[in-house]
């Protein structure tokens, strides 16, 4: 894919604000508890490596992605730390994660048995896992006590696998209703009871379990959203620290006129000038990831917030202006300037999705640019 470099749409990140919000965290931890930055999906797409990065700067002792893919992209990038793959590997791809030493999630005693077959067919050495329990997310894990038991038995007769951790992932530890967290946790309390007490890792929390909840028994979190800068709940619960939002989309005005009234704007002709406008063309659209529902939506355009009118198009779209601007006027799309505040979250709750989703929907058309 050809990345835009040659156009003022762009992806910027700022190295600090991650560092930021890594630093903080790792300062709330009780001591001995490691932090591993989730960088799955391309960080969240703010880049894997440079977020790998900038989180190792700031205390990181490990990684989290959630294909094979992104775990070899870490180790290519020369990350010797410890990778964990939070989603399902199919075993034919095991060698890769042995020769790379990249730990797997073993989620079932059925995907054990297929695994174990073929390492010994390869010979190729240990598998470093981690057991992943279902507490109640209903997604990937052993369930049963039984289960659990069976699966620690048959690891028991075979040494190509090292069991290194076992953890669980909570579906509301970002709400202020805590029962559903706490039946998880309780969950996951008795299924340590019967797992071997010398599991190098022990791990439960995502970002909202980490700001909002205390873990016992557990010596690492998985860190994702907060690092960006997102508040997992949206606006549901304060975070204990300053989250820095990470990334500010940006562009520039290419193009602007003053149209009489009773001019249409876009496809489909949604939108009609009711007075003299001034409309400014943005070089952004919907296969950057601005996607169609952004319609109506305000961006910056120097301290004004301003809308998107007409239709979104595939690479550009309008907004009506207060008055005439400057060509390359800078426009942020999502971020916040001085007193501004028009965020990913802001973002989200436009088009009814979570600030997650929107920095992840952007495409690698738009350039990341670090400073
Ligand atoms: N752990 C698991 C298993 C996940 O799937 C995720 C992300 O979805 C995380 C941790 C990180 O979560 P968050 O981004 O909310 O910190």
């Known amino acids: 894919m050809a990345t835009g470099f040659l156009r003022p749409t762009q992806r910027v990140v700022d190295c600090q604000a991650l560092y930021h919000n890594v630093a903080e965290e790792i300062k709330l931890l ?3 508890t490691e932090l591993f930055a989730v960088v799955k999906a391309n960080g969240y797409g703010h880049g894997a490596v440079k977020v790998a990065e900038i989180a190792k700067k700031a205390g990181a002792t490990g990684f989290c992605v959630s294909i094979l893919d992104e775990a070899l992209e870490l180790r290519e990038a020369g990350f010797t730390e410890p990778i964990l793959v ?24 059925s995907w054990l048995q297929y695994a174990s077959q073929l390492l010994q067919e390869d010979r190729i050495g240990q598998l470093t896992i981690h057991l992943k329990i279902d507490t109640g997310m209903g997604r ?33 530890a970002d709400s202020k209703d805590t029962d559903y967290f706490k039946k998880q946790n309780n969950r996951f309390a008795q299924a340590l009871a019967l797992l071997p007490n010398d599991i190098r890792y022990v791990h439960t929390a995502n970002s909202a379990t980490a700001l ?39 562009t520039e005005v290419v193009h602007i006129k003053q149209l009489p009234a009773n001019e249409s704007i876009s496809y489909g002709a949604t939108y009609t000038t009711t007075q003299e406008e001034w409309i400014a063309t943005l070089p952004i659209g919907y296969a950057d990831g601005l996607t169609r529902d952004f319609q109506g939506f305000t961006v910056l355009v120097g301290d004004k917030l301003v809308p998107i009118v007409g239709r979104v198009c595939m690479d550009q779209c309008m907004v009506r202006l207060n008055g005439p601007v400057p060509l390359g006027e800078k426009v942020i799309i999502f971020g916040n300037q001085d007193d501004q505040a ?10 009814g999705t979570i600030n997650y989703e929107i920095p992840c929907m952007l495409s690698e058309r738009v350039p990341l640019v670090y400073v």
Request: aromatic share 10%; with cysteine; charged share 20%.
């Open 30 to 32: 009780p001591q001995g």
């Open 86 to 109: 939070l989603g399902v590997v199919e075993p034919c791809y095991l060698t890769v994660a042995v020769e790379h030493n990249i730990a797997v999630t073993a989620a079932s005693l």
């Open 140 to 172: 990937l894990g052993l369930r049963t006590a039984e289960e659990i038991s069976e699966v620690v038995r048959f690891l028991s007769d075979h040494s190509e696998f090292e069991l290194e951790g076992v953890f669980t992932h909570f579906a509301k």
């Open 212 to 250: 909002w909840h205390e873990q016992n028994n557990c010596n690492l979190i998985r860190f994702g959203a907060a690092m960006y800068g997102l508040n997992p709940s949206g606006r549901e619960l304060a975070a204990p620290f300053d989250l820095k939002q990470a990334m500010t989309l940006e």
């Open 342 to 351: 028009n965020d990913f979250q802001v973002g989200a709750e436009y088009i």
